[in-house]
C-alpha cells in the first residue's frame, strides 16, 4: 500500500473491516471460511457507519463475492484480472497476503507489475 504502520493503524485514515465477525475454526489448512450469517448480519451495517469511504480493497475472494457480486461468479484470477473495471466502482481486489498465495503472485507477474503500482498511486492521492 506504500504506507508506514501509524498510518495503517490510523483508524482516521483505514477500517479493516472482516468479512466475518465471528471466528470460524481452523481447517485442515487454516481457517475455515467465514460465516456467511456474520457478513449478512453485521457487514453491511457497518459500512454505513463509515460514511467517507473512498476506497475498498476487497482482499480475498469472500470480500470480493461480498463486493463484486453484480459481475456474477468469477475466479479471484479473473476478478484481480478485471481491476481496472472494478476500481471505477471504487473497489480493487487483491489476492489475500497469505504466504498459501505466493504460487499464484508467481504465476501472475502481471498483479506485481500492475495492480500493485496502481495500488499504490490511489493510496498516496487519498492521503
Known amino acids: 500500500m506504500g504506507i508506514d504502520k501509524d498510518s495503517f493503524y ?6 479493516i473491516v472482516p468479512m466475518g465477525f465471528c471466528y ?13 450469517e456474520c457478513a449478512d448480519t ?3 451495517t457497518i459500512l454505513t457507519e ?19 457480486a453484480a459481475q456474477g461468479r468469477q475466479t479471484l484470477t479473473e476478478r484481480v484480472k478485471n481491476w481496472q473495471n472494478t476500481l471505477q466502482q471504487g473497489v480493487l481486489p487483491l489476492p ?5 498465495n505466493n504460487l499464484w503472485l508467481r504465476k501472475n507477474p502481471w498483479f506485481e507489475a500492475e495492480v500493485v503500482p496502481e495500488l499504490k498511486r490511489r493510496i498516496a492521492q487519498l492521503r
Open 24 to 36: 470460524p475454526g481452523t481447517g485442515k489448512s487454516g481457517d475455515l471460511p467465514p460465516r456467511k
Open 50 to 68: 463509515l460514511p467517507n469511504i473512498q476506497l475498498i480493497l476487497a482482499i480475498g475472494q469472500y470480500a470480493q463475492q461480498w463486493h463484486l
Open 96 to 100: 489475500h497476503p497469505s504466504p498459501r
Open 10 to 15: 490510523d483508524p482516521r485514515q483505514l477500517a
Open 42 to 44: 453485521w457487514r453491511a
